[in-house]
């Protein structure tokens, strides 16, 4: 009686075996198919999820080296040479990290910011003038990182761009560490529109 029990059990796990061959042979079809068949939608899907969750956080940046200066073409003088370690995109990206440089020439560090509103916006006088300069028809307002032109310097930024700038050609060596990230616009100029409205008495 123990053989034959034993027997059947055997001969139950074979048919269950046999049985689920069909469908782990239908399961590796599905797959294979899906890979050769339609490789680019499956790829696609999947980039389009890592290009999303990329865009809204921060990406690490990280490089040296050593460049020369070039003509800086958004002034008009002509005498000023720069080199722009980010150039300046849209207002959606911003830089944050550490700048360490060694020049050839004293030179002056730039974080670069894109004026959010209006350029052509009147305020009232008392709040007094940004000074903005363009890039690519985008006006920028530059602010400087160091007290005074410096041959090296570490210099710590947060911007939408990063440039060295001075008034004779240079060699800089350099290196960056920080991130990128994807910032948010907050405007709020209420204060400026409202004594505005009341110097000239336009009410909307």
């Known amino acids: 009686m123990i053989k034959a029990s034993i027997h059947n059990n055997k001969k139950s796990h074979c048919s269950s075996f ?10 590796v079809l599905l797959v294979i198919s899906l890979i050769y068949i339609a490789p680019d939608f499956s790829l696609s899907v999947l980039a389009t999820v890592s290009k999303n969750n990329t865009s809204q956080g921060s990406q690490d940046v990280s490089f040296t080296g050593t460049v020369s200066s070039n003509p800086d073409v958004f002034h008009n003088s002509g005498l000023e040479q720069s080199f722009f370690i980010f150039p300046v995109k849209n207002e959606s990206t911003t830089y944050s990290g550490v700048l360490t440089f060694t020049s050839s020439k004293p030179v002056q560090i730039q974080s670069l910011n894109i004026l959010t509103i209006n350029n052509s916006l009147k305020l009232p006088i008392q709040f007094g003038t940004l000074y903005t300069f363009p890039v690519n028809d985008t006006a920028v307002i530059p602010t400087n990182l160091l007290d005074e032109p410096k041959n090296t310097g570490s210099v710590q930024f ?9 008034n004779e050609p240079f060699l800089v060596s350099y290196s960056f560490s920080g991130k990128v990230f994807h910032s948010i616009m907050n405007n709020n100029i209420e204060s400026a529109l409202e004594v505005y409205r009341e110097l000239t008495g336009t009410y909307s």
Do not use: V
């Open 158 to 166: 947060s911007g939408n761009g990063l440039r060295i700038i001075t």
């Open 18 to 27: 046999f049985l689920m061959m069909p469908r782990f042979a239908l399961i």
